[in-house]
């Protein structure tokens, strides 16, 4: 079952503008994590954003996470051509029960133009 | 480099054959995963593996088998009773189960 729904589908800007994709889950989490995807690649693991935590950076990525909310957003700030990618979301479940496995979203489409 | 090697890169299934993946990693990880991943889609789980010698079944394990005899392989098998096999399959390993995982490059599989 997919927890995390990102939102946009797709998001076109031009290079230099800021981007934010949210993520919205249904159940508790223990960390949530974003991952890049370039077309025909693997995931690479961008930042890891645990359930007690509000605001992460890295570089120029923002992560915050609001559990009340059941949600997240990733803002890549002052973004280049070479960001275009998908960008997942994925919830960690509880460690306790079945959950013991990522659940990754459905994914934004960054396009980022020159 | 430590990484994550997935061969073949492209695959080709002819009906009623089995086709194995494979995916080998030198993270020293104890956690291995496959994913499938459909075109515009995010990744649904098969199987993943948090030691040697032991595996659990993820949302789409029908028509997929699986074995973990050394911590550095991971190979997944896709049967014929998989009737859609068409899909771009990921491995991945991370230290310990919902850590941050590391990703192979994939295998594309076709039916011919």
């Known amino acids: 079952s997919q927890q995390g729904e990102e939102d946009p589908q797709a998001l076109s800007i031009q290079e230099g503008e800021n981007a934010t994709m949210n993520c919205s889950y249904k159940?508790?989490?223990?960390?949530l994590q974003w991952y890049r995807q370039n077309s025909g690649r693997g995931l690479v693991h961008l930042i890891l954003?645990?359930?007690?935590?509000r605001e992460k950076h890295s570089g120029r990525l923002r992560v915050t996470l609001d559990t009340s909310k059941k949600s997240s957003s990733l803002l890549i700030t002052a973004s280049r051509a070479a960001d275009t990618a998908s960008y997942f979301c994925a919830t960690a479940g509880p460690v306790t029960g079945s959950a013991r496995q990522l659940t990754f979203g459905s994914g934004t489409q960054l396009t980022v133009l020159p | 480099d430590g990484g994550i090697t997935q061969s073949p890169k492209y695959l080709f299934r002819k009906e009623g054959q089995n086709v194995t993946l494979s995916c080998e990693q030198n993270?020293?990880?104890?956690?291995m995963y496959w994913y499938r991943q459909d075109p515009g889609q995010g990744l649904r789980l098969i199987y993943y593996s948090q030691i040697v010698n032991d595996f659990q079944k993820g949302d789409i394990a029908e028509g997929y088998s699986v074995s973990r005899e050394k911590k550095e392989s991971f190979p997944l098998t896709v049967t014929s009773a998989q009737k859609n096999p068409t899909a771009f399959y990921l491995c991945?390993?991370?230290?310990?189960?919902?850590?941050?995982?590391?990703f192979g490059d994939g295998t594309r599989l076709s039916i011919l």
């Open positions: 954003i645990r359930s007690n935590e």
């Open positions: 991945a390993s991370s230290i310990e189960v919902l850590s941050p995982q590391h």
């Open positions: 159940t508790s989490i223990n960390n």
């Open positions: 993270l020293n990880h104890d956690a």
